[in-house]
């Protein structure tokens, strides 16, 4: 079973921190907008925006969630973006046999070292990471970013950061096993965060929750129990938000 979301604050510290999201693009006489799936596979002209990607590991139960990770640098690379890929160079807090969903007895990793797999080994350690040198940071789910980054998951990881913000897991019950981790929704809500229902993806009538307070763009992704292409578009929609936000 996959983990969770992915969470994206942008330009932290860079620029005003609570700017609100640009309005909705207005649309010459007679003019057309593309639909929504189109736009996911545009390319930008535009130059692009600096995005750094966070990764905590190399597999979805002791680290990132490769399906997630690679749907996010595809999109970024579609929409123009110029990423930079880090992780903390750590010990993993354990090391999960995925065929089992067991720790490892007596086997130890490095967090920078398995998150390399994932960047094809174009990777720096996260301690080099200057908010001023980037748009935006986007961090994939996996249980990785609740072991070996800051104790919680993506969208709590932002609940604890920015007091009041808005972010999503999903739904909030479990609706027959569709939503596994729907609990978490609760835990945001404890830490004075607002948790917004959302659906996986764009093909459904709610897209990715953007907080435009706060520049927050969270999405379910593996949160639901679904189809890989499901998230995959999902995971879309939010890149493309962030790429919005962060002017691109």
């Keep these: 079973m996959a983990a969770f979301r992915v969470l994206v604050a942008s330009r932290l510290a860079a620029t005003p921190a609570f700017a609100p999201r640009p309005g909705l693009r207005l649309l010459p006489l007679g003019g057309w907008a593309p639909s929504p799936r189109a736009a996911l596979h545009a390319s930008a002209p535009r130059p692009g925006a600096r995005v750094a990607l966070v990764l905590s590991g190399c597999g979805v139960y002791d680290g990132t969630e490769l399906h997630e990770a690679s749907a996010i640098l595809v999109h970024l690379s579609r929409g123009g973006a110029k990423v930079q890929i880090f992780a903390p160079d750590v010990p993993q807090m354990h090391v999960v046999d995925h065929s089992k969903g067991q720790p490892s007895e007596g086997e130890t990793r490095n967090v920078l070292a398995e998150s390399a797999r994932i960047a094809r080994g174009k990777i720096a350690d996260l301690a080099r990471l200057s908010a001023a040198d980037h748009d935006a940071v986007i961090f994939p789910g996996g249980f990785g970013a609740a072991k070996n980054l800051l104790c919680c998951i993506a969208p709590v990881l932002a609940a604890k950061v920015l007091r009041g913000v808005e972010v999503t897991v999903g739904h909030e019950q479990e609706e027959g096993g569709k939503w596994p981790h729907a609990g978490t929704a609760e835990v945001i809500k404890a830490l004075g965060a607002k948790h917004r229902v959302a659906e996986v993806t764009i093909s459904f009538p709610q ?37 919005e936000l962060a002017g691109h």
Excluded: Q, S
């Design 207 to 243: 897209p990715p929750h953007v907080d435009r307070r706060n520049k927050v763009v969270t999405t379910p992704a593996f949160m639901c129990d679904t189809e890989l292409h499901l998230v995959h578009d999902g995971l879309g929609a939010m890149v493309r938000e962030v790429l």
